[in-house]
C-alpha cells in the first residue's frame, strides 16, 4: 500500500469506528480484524501502519469527530508528512480543502472532562488515561513457572510481571500450561482487596469470563468455594475452560436472570466470606485500551450504570454473612460510581462500615483507594472494602 492508500484506510476504518461508537456497534479492534479480512493484499507493515494510524486518530480526539475524515485531519494539520497524502491519487484521500470539519483534540468530551475534574482527576492525569496500555501477567501460583522470560516484575505485585507491548502471550508455553493470565496490574492489586483466604466461600458477582476469579481461586491455594456469577452468558461460558487449564476446581459458573438474581443466589445468602462486586462502568479508567469508548458514553448512559451499580451493592449485601466483606470495584475515575456510590451505601445500610483497605498501590479515595495511570502506571481502578456488622 502507498501511503495515500494507508491514510485512506485508516479513514475508511474510522468512519466505521465514528459509525459504531454512535450505534453501539463492534469494538475498534474486532471492526480493524474485519477490515482487513477481506484485503489480503494488505501486508503485516500496512496493516500495522494504518492500526497506527487509527489508533492515534481516535486518541487526539477528546470527542465523538463528525467524520473519520475529521478525525484524520486533525493529525495532518500538525504531520506535514501525512498532510501531503491527501493527494487525490486513485486510492488515497481526497485534496484537503479549507474550512472542512476537523476533529477537536482533547482527552474525552466536554461533558466527561467536567466530571473527571469533579472527581480530582487534572488535565495530567487526564493526559495519561489516553496513553498507551502495557501488557501486565499474572503468574499462577498454582503452577510451576519458570519466569526468566516472562518480562519485569512489577513493584508490590509478586505475581505480576510486564512485557513488552505486543507480545503474542498465546503463543507461550507458559500460557497454554495455564501458568500465566494476562492481567492489568490495577486489576490485580484491586483483587487483593478481598483478601480472600484458603477455606472461604467467595462469590464473585459479576464474574464476565473469570479475571478476578482466577486470581482469587489462586490466592486461596484452590481451596474452599467460588460462585462465580454474571448475566452475560458468552462471557461466563470461557470462565471453565480458563480455570481447566489453571488446575482451578473450586470455582462454580451461574447464569444469573437479570431482575430474578436474589432467587438465583438464595442458596448463598447471608454465608459468604467474601462478595466481590466488579460493577459494569463507564470504563473511564482503561481508556488507554478502548480509547473509542470515550465517544461511547452519554450522560444517560451513566446514569443507568450507576442504578445498575447500587443495584449490585443491595444484592452482594445480602450474600456476605455476618462479619463478613464485600468489595466493591469500578475501573472509572468518576466520583458518581466510585466514591460516591459507597457513600450512599453505607448512608443506607448502618449495619455495614468501610474497612480499611492497605494496598501497595493507589492513593486514599472517599472510603476507598484509587488508582490511576499517572499515579500508578496501571489502568484506572477504584476500590472500596465494605464490613458487615456480626
Excluded at 476533529?103 to 498507551?132: D, F, H, Y
Excluded at 502506571?377 to 472500596?384: C, H, I, M, R, S
Aim: aromatic residues 4%; charged residues 25%; contains cysteine.
Amino acid at each position: 500500500m502507498t501511503p495515500s492508500a494507508r491514510t485512506q484506510a485508516a479513514i475508511e476504518l474510522l468512519d466505521a469506528i465514528v459509525a459504531a461508537a454512535r450505534d453501539s456497534g463492534a469494538a475498534a479492534d474486532t471492526l480493524i480484524a474485519r477490515y482487513f479480512s477481506t484485503r489480503r493484499y494488505a501486508g503485516s507493515k500496512d496493516r500495522r501502519a494504518v492500526r497506527e494510524l487509527v489508533y492515534e486518530a481516535i486518541r487526539h480526539a477528546g470527542a465523538r469527530p463528525e467524520s473519520g475524515r475529521a478525525a484524520m485531519l486533525a493529525l495532518a494539520n500538525a504531520n506535514a508528512e501525512l498532510a501531503a497524502t491527501f493527494d487525490g491519487s486513485a486510492h488515497g484521500p481526497a485534496p484537503i480543502v479549507p474550512d472542512e470539519p476537523v476533529a477537536t483534540g482533547g482527552a474525552a468530551p466536554t461533558w466527561l472532562i467536567n466530571r473527571l475534574k469533579s472527581a480530582g482527576i487534572n488535565a495530567a492525569e487526564q493526559k495519561a488515561l489516553i496513553g498507551r496500555a502495557p501488557l501486565d501477567l499474572r503468574i499462577n501460583a498454582l503452577r510451576e513457572v519458570d519466569t526468566a522470560d516472562l518480562g519485569e516484575a512489577i513493584p508490590g505485585l509478586p505475581q505480576g510481571r510486564r512485557l513488552p507491548s505486543g507480545t503474542q502471550v498465546d503463543t507461550l508455553d507458559a500460557y497454554r500450561e495455564g501458568a500465566i493470565e494476562v492481567q492489568d496490574a490495577g486489576s490485580q492489586f484491586v483483587t487483593m482487596a478481598a483478601r480472600a483466604a484458603p477455606g472461604q466461600r467467595v462469590v464473585d458477582l459479576c464474574a464476565g469470563a473469570g479475571g478476578k476469579t482466577l486470581a482469587l481461586a489462586a490466592t486461596m491455594a484452590n481451596e474452599g468455594a467460588i460462585l462465580a456469577s454474571d448475566t452475560d452468558r458468552a462471557r461466563l461460558s470461557r470462565l471453565a475452560p480458563r480455570a481447566e487449564r489453571a488446575g482451578i476446581s473450586i470455582v462454580e459458573t451461574r447464569l444469573l436472570d437479570p431482575g430474578h438474581e436474589a432467587l438465583t443466589l438464595a442458596d448463598w445468602a447471608g454465608s459468604a466470606d467474601v462478595v466481590l462486586i466488579d460493577a459494569p462502568c463507564s470504563g473511564t479508567g482503561t481508556w488507554r485500551r478502548n480509547p473509542e469508548a470515550r465517544w461511547r458514553l452519554s450522560p444517560a448512559r451513566l446514569d443507568k450504570l450507576v442504578l445498575t451499580q447500587r443495584q449490585l451493592l443491595g444484592i452482594g449485601a445480602k450474600l456476605a454473612k455476618p462479619g463478613g466483606a464485600l468489595v466493591f470495584i469500578v475501573c472509572s475515575l468518576l466520583d458518581e460510581e466510585g466514591a460516591g456510590q459507597v457513600a450512599a451505601f453505607l448512608a443506607s445500610h448502618l449495619d455495614w462500615s468501610a474497612d480499611t483497605i492497605d494496598l501497595p498501590a493507589g492513593r486514599p479515595h472517599g472510603a476507598g483507594v484509587r488508582l490511576t495511570p499517572a499515579h500508578d502506571a496501571t489502568d484506572g481502578f477504584f476500590v472500596a472494602r465494605l464490613k458487615r456488622a456480626c
